[in-house]
């Protein structure tokens, strides 16, 4: 419970618990799992189109559709000021990802989100957002350049949060008569 001698730092933690877990409640492509009291780590799984490389022995090149994504983003002693680690553990082919590594560029500012941030990772995956410019995969970048005119992208366009609301009908007067 949360009272006037509580730690700043644990606010912070606790509130990015609870704007996760409402995430998790409004998305059905992202599952969060917290980890810890208070949370101080985070279990995620993305549930959308992207593409890893599988090549065989004598290939550069085998692009495999996967729908299955998962990281862990860990809050560090320097967090808020320095952003979580994500340690990213399923295979992705993407410019700003390499091997378990994510760039966050611009992604992060201590007064940023984490919830945000795992939407801007998922339209990374979806390939929504990706910088050619300076990647860490160069191979990826490379293929995103080539296919840049064959609207290709995104590999998929649903929206992290889901849509939910009530269409009504609204009626006018025919004012004419």
């Given at each position: 419970?949360?009272?006037?001698?509580?730690?700043?730092?644990?606010?912070?933690?606790?509130?990015?618990?609870?704007?996760?877990?409402?995430?998790?409640?409004?998305?059905?492509?992202?599952?969060i799992e917290?980890?810890?009291?208070?949370?101080?780590?985070?279990?995620?799984?993305v549930n959308?189109?992207?593409?890893?490389?599988?090549?065989?022995?004598?290939?550069?090149?085998?692009?495999?559709?996967?729908?299955?994504?998962?990281?862990?983003?860990?809050?560090?002693?320097?967090?808020?000021?320095?952003?979580?680690?994500?340690?990213?553990?399923?295979?992705?082919?993407?410019?700003?990802?390499?091997?378990?590594?994510?760039?966050?560029?611009?992604?992060?500012?201590?007064?940023?989100?984490?919830?945000?941030?795992?939407?801007?990772?998922?339209?990374?995956?979806?390939?929504?957002?990706?910088?050619?410019?300076?990647?860490?995969?160069?191979?990826a970048a490379?293929?995103?350049?080539?296919?840049?005119?064959?609207?290709?992208?995104?590999?998929?366009?649903?929206?992290?949060?889901?849509?939910?609301?009530?269409?009504?009908?609204?009626?006018?007067?025919?004012?004419?008569?």
């Open positions: 419970m949360l009272n006037k001698n509580t730690s700043g730092k644990i606010r912070r933690f606790l509130h990015e618990a609870r704007e996760l877990a409402s995430l998790n409640e409004r998305s059905s492509i992202v599952d917290p980890e810890g009291d208070p949370p101080t780590a985070f279990q995620v799984t959308c189109r992207g593409v890893c490389n599988n090549p065989a022995e004598d290939e550069e090149f085998n692009l495999v559709e996967v729908t299955t994504h998962r990281f862990r983003m860990s809050l560090g002693h320097l967090f808020p000021s320095a952003p979580p680690e994500i340690q990213w553990e399923t295979s992705i082919f993407h410019p700003n990802f390499n091997g378990n590594e994510v760039c966050l560029g611009d992604l992060w500012a201590g007064t940023d989100s984490l919830s945000d941030l795992v939407v801007n990772i998922v339209h990374m995956v979806q390939y929504k957002e990706f910088n050619v410019a300076d990647p860490l995969n160069r191979k490379d293929w995103v350049r080539a296919k840049l005119d064959q609207d290709l992208f995104p590999l998929d366009n649903r929206p992290v949060v889901d849509l939910d609301f009530d269409m009504a009908v609204v009626r006018r007067k025919n004012t004419d008569n």
